[in-house]
């Protein structure tokens, strides 16, 4: 998996999170289940058994992502479409103009306007420069017209962290 230098400080705080803040939690929630008696037909320990075992398994995940990842950077020229950067386009055929921030796949969540680099748009878009014209390939059957507007860099912020439950 290719990811940023931001990347991965983002999962090392979730990493962070995980271990330290909410492991403590699960561990106290599992601890004040258990003391509740006959464990058998006990569903907040099976829940909390559950949550925590989630949790390990997370940061196992997490880890691994870490020791696999080929770090990258953004090589574009500033003109030019590339990670971190924020994209205007307009499509034609919707008579519609959208913002599009283009991070790597880990990061994306196209509900909050963060375009995968790997995604039919995010490929798209690489690499080209405002005033460009480029066709995004949705599937075999459908595919449709964008000319980018303006490229901007993008702050970095941590509203687009990848922590999740």
Do not use: C
């Not at 398994?57 to 997490?62: A, C, D, G, H, P």
């Not at 306007?113 to 014209?133: F, N």
């Amino acid at each position: 998996m290719k990811l940023t230098k931001a990347d991965i400080e983002k999962i090392e705080e979730e990493i962070n999170y995980r271990k330290g803040e909410l492991r403590q939690e699960l561990l106290s929630n599992l601890k004040a289940a258990r003391a509740q008696g006959d464990l058998s037909e006990n569903f907040e320990y099976t829940m909390a058994k559950r949550l925590n075992n989630q949790n390990n398994s997370r940061v196992r995940y997490l880890e691994r992502m870490i020791q696999t990842a080929e770090i990258i950077e953004d090589q574009s020229a500033e003109d030019e479409v590339g990670l971190n950067k924020l994209v205007t386009i307009y499509i034609p055929e919707d008579d519609v103009e959208e913002i599009y921030k283009i991070v790597t796949s880990i990061r994306g969540d196209s509900m909050q306007g963060r375009i995968s680099d790997v995604s039919p748009l995010g490929k798209a878009l690489m690499g080209h420069k405002a005033g460009d014209t480029v066709t995004i390939h949705v599937n075999e059957q459908y595919s449709y017209e964008a000319e980018i507007r303006r490229i901007e860099k993008a702050e970095d912020d941590n509203s687009d962290a990848i922590r999740q439950f």
